[in-house]
Antibody, heavy 124, light 108 residues
Framework: QVQLQQWGTGLLKPSETLSLTCGAYGGSLSGFFWTWIRQSPGGGLDWIGEINYSGRTIYNPSLKSRLSISVDTSKNQFSLRLTSVTAADTAEYYCARKRKSMSGLYYYFYMDVWGKGTAVTVSS | SSELTQDPAVSVALGQTVTITCQGD??????AGWYQKKPGQAPLLVIYGRNNRPSGIPDRFSGSTSGNTASLTITGAQTEDEAAYFC???????????FGGGTSVTVL
């Protein structure tokens, strides 16, 4: 069973760049989408964006201008880069594996493997 | 609209049944995923697809869909089920994912 281990900068000042990396251990990146999700303090879950093995990315439109997600297949890792952070970016950030399947006329997507999370605080 | 709407909170007596709902237009095309979120822990997938449970999830968790509403039912709620539950589904394009606002479940 694949496990995700994530790491990166936890304390940032406004306008700095957030960088997080997630490594997949015990499984390949191939065949899945690899996502980033965050939860702000006291808030809900927000989808940030995702990437597949080939490097195809999909971003949350609200973050697209500041966001970059990349994949390093040689290291079995994928990374998030968010520029010009503000206090609004303070959150717990999670990486996760997204799967897609179909049943009857319905498609469905689900995140079945998650990293433990990285607490990110943006403060001057 | 791709918005997913959940009731903010619900309570259930120990051993009783509780149903959490999630409403959104996208649910007419896509099954929801359901995640359990406890403080200090990563989200845990509890239901996906039509009504599938990942390995290790107790069979007291079940899911269903009708029209634009997905439901998560806990039959015989236990104290360890006290958590926030989030539904998840994409928009009509299938590209962008959305989460409901979450339902906090209290087991009395």
């Amino acid at each position: 069973q694949v496990q995700l281990q994530q790491w990166g900068t936890g304390l940032l000042k406004p306008s700095e760049t957030l960088s997080l990396t997630c490594g997949a251990y015990g499984g390949s990146l191939s065949g899945f989408f690899w996502t980033w999700i965050r939860q702000s303090p006291g808030g809900g879950l927000d989808w940030i964006g995702e990437i597949n093995y080939s490097g195809r990315t999909i971003y949350n439109p609200s973050l697209k201008s500041r966001l970059s997600i990349s994949v390093d297949t040689s290291k079995n890792q994928f990374s998030l880069r968010l520029t010009s952070v503000t206090a609004a970016d303070t959150a717990e950030y999670y990486c996760a594996r997204k799967r897609k399947s179909m049943s009857g006329l319905y498609y469905y997507f689900y995140m079945d493997v998650w990293g433990k999370g990285t607490a990110v605080t943006v403060s001057s | 609209s791709s918005e997913l709407t959940q009731d903010p909170a619900v309570s259930v007596a120990l051993g009783q049944t509780v149903t959490i709902t999630c409403q959104g237009d996208g649910l007419r095309t896509y099954y929801a995923g359901w995640y359990q979120k406890k403080p200090g822990q990563a989200p845990l997938l509890v239901i996906y697809g039509r009504n599938n449970r990942p390995s290790g999830i107790p069979d007291r968790f079940s899911g269903s869909t009708s029209g634009n509403t997905a439901s998560l039912t806990i039959t015989g709620a236990q104290t360890e089920d006290e958590a926030a539950y989030f539904c998840n589904s994409p928009d009509s394009s299938g590209d962008h994912l959305f989460f409901g606002g979450g339902t906090s479940v209290t087991v009395l």
